[in-house]
DNA sequence: CATTTTCGAAACGATCAGTTTCGTTTCGAT
DNA sequence: ATCGAAACGAAACTGATCGTTTCGAAAATG
């Protein structure tokens, strides 16, 4: 009977980043770079599920049992590819003016998603729909971290009197990042002033104004 | 080879619901029911790419040929019988308080979403990222249409005074969409409250109050 | 130089979407 | 009734991809 694999051996996914103490011939750092680099490649072609273990191998100039040897999943091998390649981006602006700072941040994030970056992160988001390992690697390594930067900025604007006191931190970061998230999984376009349009309609509310 | 292009796609989605009007054997109702309604449990018990067609046809206890006689695609069976299952839920309410059905619109939809049903929805809209007839299905179907009603709404709430006029109303549905997005693709659970909590802040706004 | 480990090539076994074949069944039309 | 067109089930069949393994050769360390 089939069952949901889910890796019966254990992840050999730690990829020794140190270099090897004991004896013997030490990973290829070329390979390496080579596969994420070819991982990055291809996931700008096409998205992951037709990325093929053969195609990422035969565009690094590896063979698939090396691979295999240093990642433990197709997946792992294309997120460690992925996030390799955006590792640097964007860090969360720190001027004195908190607003521009979100504003700021906000069209960063906007601009990502809307271009191709974007459409390789829906489709890595899609797929973590599908094996809850990407999925928990998404969550931890980009989607926390990019909304708690969201958060401290909106911690700063509150603190400047330029938001309400008592936000709902989370909330407020779903609802500011919630339309990037529905353009990108009906497909539609993110255009390049979405960001400062939601930004704007969210401080200044739909209700009427008193 | 031949004519790859069976039938146009999404055609034989809707069969004839009447009798065959030509000679030979009609076709099986009781299969056609058979089969979206296996499609429908299937679905909720793993997601559409862990579906395979045997999978479906011995569910249905049909063969796989009756399965790709009347549809085109495994993805277009289990659209039909997510369609069927749930086509009828949820009409838009309408009473004459304006604000009031939008909550409850607001409520019965972050309902769905943070139940079973959201789960498939969120598999659903997952897989059209990589099938775009599945996404165009799936928007043209269901997310179109409950944002026209979320619209329409909405657009009742500004004529009664209770939105500020010359709303962005596109946007502003992406904004009461967006977070049950965000969390269903990020797999973060949907309370029963998200959907007020959401209405609230976004008709207050996040300035500070003037 | 011996040890240790990597690497590439190729093969393996398994799974799956979708098609085709074939014999059987069903129903409308005559 | 009966004929025949089309639907049906069972199962073989395509063609493709997957993760994984095996094996010998190459290479880097001590």
């Not at 994030?109 to 973590?128: E, H, Q, W």
């Not at 900025?153 to 936000?167: F, K």
Request: proline share 8%.
């Amino acid at each position: 009977m089939t069952d949901p694999d889910h890796s019966p051996s254990q992840a050999p996914t730690e990829p020794c980043t140190e270099a090897a103490r004991g004896p013997g011939r030490p990973r290829s750092e070329a390979s390496r770079q080579a596969i994420l680099t070819a991982a990055y490649e291809l996931l700008q072609e096409k998205p992951l599920p037709e990325i093929t273990s053969a195609a990422l191998a035969k565009r690094a100039g590896v063979s698939k049992a090396t691979l295999y040897r240093w990642w433990s999943s197709k997946e792992a091998i294309v997120l460690d590819g992925y996030f390799d390649a955006i590792e640097h981006r964007f860090p969360p602006p720190a001027t004195d003016d908190p607003m521009a700072d979100l504003r700021s941040h906000l069209r960063d994030a906007y601009s990502m998603m809307g271009g191709p970056d974007g459409r390789i992160f829906a489709s890595l988001v899609a797929s973590g729909n599908f094996h809850e390992k990407l999925r928990e690697a998404l969550n931890e390594q980009l989607n926390s971290p990019r909304c708690r930067d969201t958060q401290k900025l909106l911690v700063r604007a509150v603190e400047a009197g330029r938001l309400a006191p008592a936000l709902d931190l989370e909330l407020c970061t779903e609802l500011i990042w919630g339309p990037a998230f529905f353009r990108l999984m009906t497909g539609a376009p993110i255009e390049d002033d979405l960001a400062d349009r939601v930004l704007g309609m969210l401080v200044c509310g739909l209700g009427t104004k008193a």
